[in-house]
C-alpha cells in the first residue's frame, strides 16, 4: 500500500506563487509516472502535468509555461510549482502516484485564488 500526501495549498492573490507537494510512503514500491490533476468547483477533474521516473514532464495545453512540475526520487516526493496564478487556478489539486502494481491518489490540497 502507498501512502500520498499532497501539501502547500493555501490562500493567495493573482499573479502570486504556490508549490506544492506530493509525498509517496509506504513498504516497497517503486514509483513510476507522478501526475497531478486538479477540480475546480462545478469542474471535472482535469489533468495538469505528468512527470516520468526519468524526469521527462508533459503539461497540458492550458499551463501555458506557468506550471513546473518535477520530482525527487529519493525522497518519493514529487512538486508542482505554479507562477503567475490566475484566479481560474482555483482548485483542488491532487497527486497521483503509478507503481507498477497500481495508481494511488492522495486527499488534495486546496488552492484559492482570490484578491
Known amino acids: 500500500q502507498v501512502h500520498v500526501v499532497e501539501s502547500g495549498g493555501g490562500l493567495a492573490q493573482p499573479g502570486g506563487s504556490l508549490r506544492l507537494s506530493c509525498a509517496a510512503s509506504g513498504n516497497r514500491f517503486d514509483v513510476t509516472v507522478v501526475t497531478w490533476f486538479r477540480q475546480a468547483p462545478g469542474k471535472q477533474r482535469e489533468l495538469v502535468a505528468t512527470?516520468?521516473?526519468?524526469?521527462?514532464?508533459n503539461y497540458a495545453d492550458f499551463t501555458k509555461g506557468r506550471f513546473t512540475i518535477s520530482r525527487d526520487n529519493a525522497e518519493n516526493t514529487a512538486y508542482l510549482q505554479i507562477n503567475s496564478l490566475k484566479l481560474e487556478d482555483t482548485a483542488v489539486y491532487y497527486c497521483r502516484i503509478q507503481t507498477r502494481a497500481d495508481f494511488y491518489w492522495g486527499q488534495g490540497t486546496r488552492v484559492t485564488v482570490s484578491l
Open positions: 512527470i516520468t521516473g526519468g524526469g521527462r514532464a
